[in-house]
């Protein structure tokens, strides 16, 4: 695989992984219905895989429409490379971004 289809693959991993826990979190709620001493709490407990669903699906729409104005030419975070920004973090020498294409580090002055 190309780096673009790595860097996709980076972005949409963390909502695919927060669809799968939450249909993982499906399963061993239903086996907290059988317990005697979870039971109660399983009024409570099943709304927690329907709201890791939405957000998992929110993010997998936010992530698409990054990449979907990356692909037009309009996104205004993006390396010298070509390929999108990661989330900000903090360094040694000031706010950093990692490029999701080539892995490079990008300090603040570059992208704002």
């Known amino acids: 695989m190309d780096r673009w289809t790595w860097m996709a693959v980076r972005m949409y991993a963390p909502a695919l992984g927060l669809l799968a826990a939450s249909m993982l979190a499906t399963f061993a709620i239903e086996g907290m219905r059988q317990s005697v001493l979870l039971a109660g709490a399983h009024q409570t407990a099943q709304w927690l895989p329907m709201i890791g669903f939405g957000v998992g699906a929110l993010w997998m729409l936010i992530t698409t429409y990054r990449l979907w104005r990356w692909n037009r030419g309009e996104s205004t975070d993006a390396c010298e490379c070509g390929g ?4 900000e973090r903090g360094g040694r020498y000031g706010a950093y971004r990692k490029c999701l294409a ?7 002055r570059y992208w704002r």
């Open 84 to 87: 999108l920004l990661g989330r």
């Open 102 to 108: 080539c892995a490079r580090n990008i300090n603040e």
